[in-house]
């Protein structure tokens, strides 16, 4: 059964960084096939896109505030890919969600939380 789970989240000060993991698992042929995305989620606000990465091996981040100081990476023979945050800022506090996405199906993690707090 495919599953996705997320690990490093926590707390962090404003500035500081965090890495978050997504490793896949069940998934034949590995991430290598897989378009990963990361989302997050406030409270009370929409689950937005923070960055992709293609199985073409393209990186795409986007919203303008996480750009410059997010990258996404992935590691296909660990079936793992990676979100690496930089200067983080009370306004990244949210629950960060991974993505999958393998032809015409698209599957989640459990999600994780990042606070941003001093």
């Known amino acids: 059964q495919e599953q996705l789970v997320e690990s490093g989240g926590g707390l962090a000060q404003p500035g500081g960084s965090l890495r978050l993991s997504c490793t896949a698992s069940?998934?034949?042929?590995?991430?290598?096939?897989?378009?990963m995305s990361w989302y997050r989620q406030a409270p009370g606000l929409k689950r937005e896109l923070v960055a992709t990465?293609?199985?073409?091996?393209?990186?795409?981040n986007y919203p303008r505030s996480v750009q410059g100081r997010f990258t996404i990476s992935r590691d296909n023979a660990n079936n793992t890919v990676y979100l690496q945050m930089n200067n983080l800022k009370p306004e990244d506090t949210a629950g960060y969600f991974c993505?999958?996405?393998?032809?015409?199906?698209?599957?989640w993690g459990q999600g994780i939380q990042v606070t941003v707090s001093s």
């Open positions: 993505n999958a996405i393998k032809e015409d199906s698209t599957y």
């Open positions: 069940g998934f034949t042929g590995g991430i290598s096939v897989l378009t």
């Open positions: 990465h293609t199985k073409f091996g393209h990186a795409v």
